[in-house]
């Protein structure tokens, strides 16, 4: 039996001995090296694939005459015919991958042009509407409308339906997600100041516009993610309710607490984007971000157009010319394939992913997606099944005209992600360069409020905005149901305007049951308890926060900055919605409370929050 064993192994090492081996290096064509690169001996089993530094090693080749193949996603496949291998030779075949085009011809091109532009100034006969109204969109969500030149505009919101009052005996649980996108304050901003003209309606979102500025709230205490922050007074534009003010402050990033990071520049390159507004701003906007990053931080670019590929592959920022170079090399032509590209692009930040490191996609676009992968749901099923793998997102809006606020909201939501619209080089400073730890590092996830009101104080209630991120009161218990995410240092605010009760009331059997016999809810000063659940960046189970409200008779005039500065915002949203609640709302009291609360204003935004209500009350004449 020994002698057996001791005949194998002599064996196994003289065939051993008569097998060759196959190494080299995989890069691209500028020699950054290509990690993942599949290297396959074809017709065989024999194969490796390339390590960080693009390096692979193929061992136990057998003697003879072979073709080699190597591939990577993004990359033409490349072959290597005729390799001839000896017993015990070690060959070196290096590889030099080239990025698959991503344009089509430019007779292709130029047909696409040709008909785009037939098929607008036929359908741009079709549809006409007042530039200077401020429509209501429902159905489709999209907005049509003819501007100078027949340039047809295809902008597309989803219809928005305000929040209506609710009777707190019917219904005292009111139960939503946070929002820290402020794409809509922006794409306001864009509409007044660029184009002259009032919003339209369906693109005022309140919540976004008061989530725009920060606001001085406590710091979080030891331990917790963010302080919740609460105050009551008088409502401005109904002075017969109150005003209740519900705040979050994310706690800061440590100073020199490093954190990697692996982020996937996902941009878009077609047609569309080649407006001064589009590409041209996004490749400047990127600069700032590449300059604010750390050495050691990893960037991928992938660019879709006809097709998605990679132009960049995952590459440290101390490389930053390399990275530079790439980005300034863009072009603008094609079609849309968007949804192949956030594929990809998901692809790369998986393969590139770091433990408790932060792993995010940055998708820069107008939205038009109109290839592959098109339609909202489909692209929303997609991002949906992705988000479980610890990757956030972050979608930054470009452009105007043919602009899909709609889908790029959305597509944030879903993916565990925030929303940006860049309407300037300087959004693109604030969003990416100033409140860099806010927009790209998360420090809580499925963040959620739920308040239950006491009927014993308050009759009826409304939240103000949030209308698409309610919830079912049942959603609150359960750490399934996906919420909204808070950046390092950002801050959210939601405000709730209430009718105090006038007499006795039933409720539910919850906190404030015990009003028949005037136990708790009679005697209690507070008016309403708010509950918030929220999980850490990566866990699944969620931890509570509560902490009751009670009524404080703080009159407007001695309420905090806050209080009145996020006031003047709804109340200006409200106006540019015209909305069914604004009451006594106007520009001018609007002014009143902006001006009488600007506090501390580094980077001028309340300043220019002023000049906008402005240039709005001149449009409106």
Same mark, same amino acid.
């Given at each position: ?554 009159? %407007? @005039? &001695?309420? !905090? ?8 915002? +709804? #109340? *200006?949203?409200? $106006? ?16 009143? %409370? @902006? &001006?009488? !609360? ?8 309340? +300043? #220019? *929050?002023?000049? $906008? ?9």
């Amino acid at each position: 039996m020994k002698r057996t064993a001791v005949f194998l192994l002599i064996l196994s090492t003289i065939l051993f001995c008569q097998t060759g081996k196959i190494k080299g290096k995989v890069t691209d064509n500028q020699n950054n090296p290509l990690q993942g690169a599949l290297i396959s001996v074809i017709g065989t089993s024999w194969g490796a694939e390339t390590d960080t530094e693009g390096n692979y090693l193929i061992n136990g080749v057998g003697q003879g005459v072979f073709d080699i193949k190597c591939e990577l996603k993004g990359y033409i496949t490349t072959e290597v015919k005729n390799i001839k291998i000896r017993a015990g030779q070690t060959i070196t075949q290096n590889f030099k991958l080239k990025i698959q085009s991503i344009e089509i011809g430019k007779v292709e091109e130029e047909r696409l042009k040709k008909d785009k532009a037939s098929n607008e100034k036929k359908e741009a006969l079709m549809y006409e509407m007042d530039a200077m109204a401020a429509p209501s969109v429902s159905g489709t969500g999209m907005i049509m409308r003819q501007e100078a030149g027949d340039q047809f505009n295809t902008e597309e919101y989803s219809s928005i339906k305000e929040n209506n009052f609710k009777k707190v005996t019917e219904d005292p649980l009111s139960t939503f997600s946070i929002d820290v996108d402020a794409a809509s304050y922006a794409n306001v901003r864009r509409f007044l100041l660029q184009n002259n003209q009032l919003p339209y309606a369906d693109a005022v979102r309140i919540e976004e516009m008061i989530n725009y500025f920060d606001y001085d709230y406590k710091q979080p205490e030891k331990g917790l993610p963010f302080s919740l922050n609460t105050e009551i007074s008088d409502c401005p534009w109904n002075k017969e309710n109150k005003l209740v003010h519900i705040g979050l402050q994310g706690r800061k990033m440590e100073q020199g607490k490093e954190v990697k990071s692996n982020f996937v520049f996902l941009l878009d390159v077609s047609g569309s984007m080649e407006d001064p507004n589009k590409l041209p701003l996004l490749k400047k906007s990127f600069g700032l971000l590449i300059d604010a990053l750390k050495p050691s931080d990893r960037i991928a670019i992938v660019v879709y157009a006809g097709a998605a590929g990679v132009v960049l592959p995952s590459t440290e920022v101390k490389n930053k010319k390399t990275i530079l170079d790439a980005l300034n090399k863009l072009s603008a032509g094609g079609s849309t394939a968007g949804g192949q590209g956030i594929k990809l692009a998901y692809d790369i930040a998986d393969k590139y992913l770091i433990k408790n490191g932060n792993n995010r996609i940055i998708l820069a676009t107008d939205g038009d997606f109109n290839v592959g992968v098109s339609s909202t749901s489909e692209l929303v099923k997609m991002m949906e099944e992705k988000r479980n793998k610890g990757i956030f997102i972050t979608v930054l809006g470009f452009g105007m005209g043919n602009y899909k606020d709609s889908r790029l909201e959305e597509i944030a939501d879903k993916g565990n992600g925030n929303y940006y619209y860049i309407d300037g080089i300087l959004e693109a400073k604030k969003v990416l360069v100033t409140e860099l730890a806010g927009t790209m590092f998360t420090i809580a996830k499925d963040v959620k409020l739920q308040i239950e009101f006491n009927p014993a104080k308050v009759e009826s209630y409304r939240l103000v905005g949030y209308e698409n991120r309610l919830l079912n009161k049942e959603d609150f218990d359960d750490d399934k149901k996906d919420a909204g995410e808070l950046g390092a240092g950002h801050t959210v605010t939601a405000l709730y305007e209430i009718v105090p009760a006038k007499g006795p009331a039933k409720s539910d059997n919850l906190k404030y049951q015990a009003i028949e016999t005037k136990k708790d809810a009679y005697t209690t000063d507070e008016i309403m308890n708010i509950k918030l659940r929220y999980k850490e960046p990566k866990e699944d189970q969620s931890k509570l926060i509560q902490v009751a409200l009670k009524y404080s008779g703080i009159p %407007l @005039a &001695k309420s !905090s900055d806050n209080f009145r500065f996020s006031a003047a915002v +709804a #109340e *200006f949203g409200m $106006l540019l919605r015209d909305s069914q609640f604004k009451k006594d709302s106007s520009y001018n009291q609007v002014l009143e %409370l @902006a &001006k009488g !609360s600007k506090s501390k204003d580094d980077f001028g935004y309340r +300043a #220019e *929050f002023v000049q $906008l209500v402005e240039k709005a009350k001149l449009l409106k004449k």
